[in-house]
């Protein structure tokens, strides 16, 4: 079997708000068709990390490559069309549907501007609400429409914070099908922050655990979620 290559790397990663440091030396690794999922409790600095990948937040220190390529300082927009999309699980409110994802087309690297059909597939509800106001869907509709504005740009690595938040368990099982189909069918990789442990048994291939903006534990997906005792740190920040 060929080797999974590496789509993102980060090296000795040091980042925070002004003079407080939150992440301090973070070194990670995906691969392609691999998710990665990063737990840790309340405040240990998950969506920072996640926000400095994406270019939301400048690093002290350290370097983040993307298929080989250095990126640490290119801003969002410009990560954004090499293929990094991020669903912030917001969308514009005051916008109809059908505007929120031409927003996400205007960040594709694709020529063509019209949103991929797939979409609707993945989302069917979407597609009966183009003209309705983002703000008007219900939280869960809200949720697929912020994941699906990440999607029409054609992304290779999808960068999620916690995707499962506020969506019926049912939902979630039917996003953690739908991530599994875009990571076999569309080669697309995976790096969340997720605290649902329903959501990460289903999808997570490996995990890193976040306590004090520091990696206190990293493995595969199955050792790590054997690991009560370490689990129980991990959600308690103890
Ligand atoms: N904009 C900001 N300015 C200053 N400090 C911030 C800012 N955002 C987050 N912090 C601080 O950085 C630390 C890490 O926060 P972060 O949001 O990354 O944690 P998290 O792991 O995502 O938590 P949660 O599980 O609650 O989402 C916290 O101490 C937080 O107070
Ligand atoms: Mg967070």
Known sequence: MRKLSEVLKVENLDAGYG?????????????????VVIIGSNGSGKTTLLHTIT????????????KGEEITHLPPHKKATKGIAFSRGTVFDSLTVSENLDIGTYLSRNVKK????NVFELFPVLRSRLNQKAGSLSGGERVMLSIAKALVSNPDLLILDEPSAGLMPKVT????????????????SF????QNVRMIKGFADYIYVLSHGRTVYSG???????DEQMLRKAYLGI
């Open 173 to 188: 099982l039917t996003l953690i099908d739908l991530f599994e189909k875009l990571k076999n069918e569309q080669k697309l």
């Open 19 to 35: 003079a407080l440091k939150v992440l301090s030396d973070i070194n990670l690794v995906i691969k392609e068709r691999q998710a």
């Open 114 to 117: 019209t949103t991929p059909t």
């Open 191 to 194: 790096l969340m922050a997720e």
């Open 220 to 226: 595969g997906a199955q050792e790590i979620l054997a």
């Open 55 to 66: 270019g939301l937040i400048r690093p002290y220190r350290g370097r983040i490559i993307y």
